[in-house]
Every structure is written in structure tokens, then in C-alpha cells.
């Protein structure tokens, strides 16, 4: 039983003052100028995280189905809101097991087939950052050092994959304060920022079991869609 939570992005925070704060102008990040990460497919095969003969086609197949449902939601959600393609999907599960890693994974790899889209995955699941593992980013910064320190930027924390139109952040450094920082002002400083990469960028999240991630969903990205 998968669960996928689609929710929109407004290009503007609260402040502290009640008022919004503009973030229109684009993050200045070249993302043809960033470090490579190479997703092995053949090494996820073999995991099972990517299927292989019979089974590929029919699990492709069955993505692009979801891909397109998807697609088609986020096309009506920015024609309500009159904005560009600037969406966060956000992926959890009901239960650990779930194959929420499974299906983010592929779900990401469908969508960067699409021409005119930029994807980029982050690993929000900070409490067990199975996709960093994966694609040996478990030791390199990413959204925890983001969230943490003022002074790292998108640019230090963004990497290209060696599959065109898909770009990875990393789960980063853990720390026993990873809940409150998921949760706090600067992760919504953080989300305006992604969302201002680029036109056309669809940030695919991937958050910790929906029993864990709850209190980052109400705190976080509810905040975005009602201001």
C-alpha cells in the first residue's frame, strides 16, 4: 500500500510579522555545474529496487499510468493557482516495508523521461536514509546540513545524476535535532528556494513513515498551500 501526497508550493513565506516574503527572483544555481552522483541501475536491479526482464516492462508500464495521473493533477493545480510547473510531491507510507523507496525511486527515474522537466529527489527521510545509502551519498551533506546551518547553500548540496533531468539531495549529517529542524522556519526558507530553481522543477520529497512524518507535513508544507 503506497501512499503518495501531492501538495502545492507557494513561491512565498510567512515572515515573522505576519507578512509574506517574496522569493520570486530564481535561486542563482547552474545545475550543469554540480557534482555527479551515478545511479547503477544495474546494482539497483539486483536489489530488486529497479525491476529486470518481464517484470521491467510491466512495472514500467504500470509508472507511467501513475506518472501521468500525476502529471495531470499538477497541471490542474497550476492552472488554479496561475503559476509555473513548481510542485512538491511528497512520498511517505503507512508502515515501514511498505516499498515506499521502491517506489520513489522509480517514480523519479519515470518522471525525468518527461521533456520538459527538471526532477529533483530529495531524501527527507533523515531517520533512515535508505536512498542516500543507495546511491552512496550516506557520508555526504545534504537537506540536514541545509536546514542546520545557514551558511550551506542549495549548491552545496545538489548533485546531478548521470540520468538526464534528475538531480539528488541527500538525507545529510544526522543529528538528534533532525526532527525540529524538518519542521522549523528555515526548512519552509529551504522549500520557497527549491521551488525558484527553475520553471519547470518538480521536487520529488520522500519523508519518513507517515506515523513520524506527520508533525513536518502539518508544520511544514500545509503552511505553503493555505498562505
Given amino acids: 500500500n503506497h501512499s503518495v501526497t501531492v501538495e502545492s508550493v507557494n513561491k512565498s513565506i510567512p515572515s515573522k510579522d505576519g507578512e ?3 522569493t520570486d527572483l530564481p535561486v542563482e544555481l547552474s545545475l550543469d555545474a554540480l557534482p555527479m552522483v551515478e545511479i547503477d541501475k544495474e546494482k539497483l536491479k539486483a536489489l530488486g529496487i529497479v525491476a529486470q526482464g518481464d517484470q521491467e516492462r510491466v512495472a514500467t508500464r504500470q509508472f507511467r499510468e501513475i506518472k501521468r495521473s500525476l502529471l495531470s493533477k499538477l497541471n490542474e493545480l497550476e492552472s488554479e493557482q496561475n503559476q509555473g510547473l513548481q510542485k512538491l510531491v511528497m512520498l511517505t507510507s503507512a508502515l515501514p516495508g511498505d516499498g515506499k523507496t521502491f517506489t520513489t525511486l522509480n517514480l523519479a527515474l519515470n518522471l525525468a523521461l518527461e521533456k520538459d522537466i527538471t526532477v529533483i529527489l530529495v531524501d527527507g527521510d533523515v ?3 535508505h536512498i542516500s ?3 552512496n551519498c550516506a557520508d555526504s551533506r545534504g537537506l540536514l546540513d541545509l536546514v542546520a546551518d545557514a551558511s550551506v547553500t542549495l549548491k552545496d548540496v545538489v548533485y546531478k545524476t548521470n540520468v538526464p533531468s534528475l538531480y ?3 538525507a545529510g549529517e544526522r543529528t538528534e535535532q533532525a526532527n525540529e529542524l524538518m519542521s522549523g522556519s528555515r526548512m519552509k526558507e529551504v522549500l520557497s528556494q527549491l521551488a525558484t530553481i527553475q520553471k519547470n ?3 520529488i520529497f520522500v519523508v519518513p ?3 513520524l512524518s506527520r508533525t513536518f507535513i502539518i508544520c511544514c508544507v500545509l503552511p505553503f498551500k493555505n498562505s
Fill in 168 to 170: 539528488f539531495i541527500p
Fill in 201 to 203: 522543477c518538480l521536487i
Fill in 20 to 22: 509574506n516574503k517574496a
Fill in 133 to 135: 545509502a543507495l546511491l
Fill in 209 to 211: 513513515d507517515l506515523n
Fill in 127 to 129: 531517520a533512515k536514509p
